[in-house]
Structures are given as C-alpha cells and as structure tokens.
C-alpha cells in the first residue's frame, strides 16, 4: 500500500515508521525536506521511504495521514491540494491543543465542533477517521505497556474506512479498538487527550494510555 504522511514532526516521522516497518511504500510530507530531522529520518528508517512536499505525500498515498501540529492542520491541507485527497481514507491524528496560557493545554476548537469535523469539510470527498490521537508517539506502534495493551479509539462517517483502519491498528499491535460512531466522536477524542495530557503530567511519563474495561 502506498501511504502518504502530512507532517515531519515526531507524530509522523514515528508512523511513517510504522508503516515501512509493515511493507508499505512511504512518503513524509514536509514544509522543508532538506531539514535535518527528515533526512536522519530517511536514512535510518528501513524499507521503501521518500521525502516529499505536502503535495506529494497526498497524492502518493493510498492512505494519508494528517499528523501536524492542531492549528497548522488546515493551512497544510491546503498546500496538499484538497484534490489529493478525493475518494482516500484519512486518518486524521491530529488535536486542536491550544498552550497559549500555558500547561496544561485547553482546547482551541471543542465540544460543539472538532479538528477532526474541520478536516471532514475540508475534504468533502475523502473518507476521514479519527485515529492515533490518544496516545503519546512511543506508544502507537506496538502499544506493550506493564499492565497490557491499552485500547485504540476511532470516529468517522465511512464504515469501510473505519474498517480498513482498524485492519491497520491490528498490524501495529493494537489488540482493542472501540468505535465510538460518526466524525463528531473526535470532539471527544480530541478532548480526551486534553486529559491525557494532565494524566501524564500527573504520573510524570509522557507514555500513558487508556484501556476500555468491560464486565
């Protein structure tokens, strides 16, 4: 599968990882390619990888994952093209932090609209699904954690993209993942890493993550 990664920073660059790690053909999305941490990137990260622009990396993938920074999510959208997304499942890992008073964060947009609703009206024609976004970097890939594998949460609208997501949260280790309905599940998702946050900082591990217990 050709998968295409908007965004370089640690989310992405640790996905991008992910995915050549499972056979997939790769390109990371970036503002700069000559940056220093894209090219360690590409060089240490075994199987088929390339850097590219934004607009690259929509339109190489299969699948495309958006992994910028929340308030940097729509401006680089729109250098990709909106077209390079058409007919695509979308995994959107993003989350509308807003750091401007401080830690721990709030929320920029929340409860009566998300990030993961705005990238659904940006790109009308692809198939968005709210993934990944939960957890800390380290954990998203082969989540084994002391007390076991915690629980991968998802939203969207298009059943057959939330099920091609989940076949990719299998091969990445994910043993329990909960669909919690359409795309307006991201309003709380994307709060939930709000408490994330204040849990982590809590526990002092930047590594935590929740698991869905059932009697």
């Known amino acids: 599968m050709k998968v295409g990664i908007i965004g370089s920073g640690d989310v992405g660059r640790r996905l991008g990882q992910g995915f050549a790690a499972q056979g997939h053909d790769v390109k990371l999305g970036t503002r700069d390619p000559t940056k220093k941490e894209v090219q360690e990137w590409l060089k240490k990260t075994p199987g088929t990888v390339s850097v590219g622009r934004f607009s690259d990396a929509a339109a190489h993938g299969e699948v495309v994952l958006v992994c910028t920074l929340g308030a940097a999510a729509e401006a680089a959208i729109g ?80 059943p057959a993209a939330k099920r091609k997501v989940g076949e990719i949260l299998v091969a990445f280790g994910w043993e329990d993942t909960v669909d919690i309905g359409g795309i307006d599940g991201a309003r709380w998702l994307e709060a939930l890493t709000a408490l994330w946050v204040r849990v982590a900082m809590n526990v002092g591990t930047w590594t935590p993550a929740f698991r869905v217990l059932r009697s």
């Open 79 to 158: 250098l990709a093209g909106e077209k390079n997304f058409d007919g695509k499942v979308v995994i959107d890992v993003t989350n509308p932090l807003d750091i401007s008073k401080g830690m721990p964060p709030g929320l920029f947009v929340g409860t009566t609209d998300s990030l993961g609703e705005r990238v659904q009206r940006r790109l009308p024609k692809a198939r968005v699904v709210k993934c990944f976004n939960i957890v800390g970097n380290p954990t998203m890939i082969a989540p084994r954690m002391k007390e076991g594998v915690p629980t991968m949460i998802i939203a969207g609208n298009d």
